[in-house]
């Protein structure tokens, strides 16, 4: 499913680079939208120790999304946390008693949609 939806992306709708990567096209009469940024971001305490919960609505047409994670401090870099195809994602491995702002973005064939408002969590 990942090499596909990375092969729509990547080929921007494009028949010709569709069917030159082995995939078939299935709808060539519908032409690529611009994507909304994902809404509702919601930020909760993962069941594990280190862990944060997200979830936002499904945007239409989105192929995948990307997940941005920092520490909540508006001079550190955001750092891709996952890319995933699902509108709910669970981030590990993040340091207990810190808050983390969180960001989403989805990509679709004509691109990629604004982020999200940003969330911001204290993970237990």
Not at 38 to 44: D, G, I
Not at 67 to 87: C, K, M, Y
Request: aromatic share 8%; net charge neutral.
């Amino acid at each position: 499913i990942q090499r596909g939806s990375y092969v729509d992306t990547a080929s921007a709708g494009d028949p010709s680079k569709i069917l030159s990567a082995g995939f078939e096209v299935s709808d060539t009469n519908r032409a690529p939208t611009e994507l909304t940024a994902p809404e509702n971001l919601t930020a909760s305490i993962g069941d594990r120790k280190g862990e944060l919960d997200l979830a936002w609505d499904a945007v239409f047409r989105a192929r995948a999304y990307i997940v941005e994670i920092r520490i909540n401090d508006e001079t550190l870099p955001w750092q891709q946390a996952t890319f995933t195809t699902r509108s709910r994602v669970t981030v590990q491995n993040l340091e207990t008693g810190k808050t983390y702002a969180a960001r989403v973005k989805a990509i679709g064939a004509k691109g990629d949609s604004p982020w999200s408002i940003v969330v911001n969590k204290i993970v237990a």
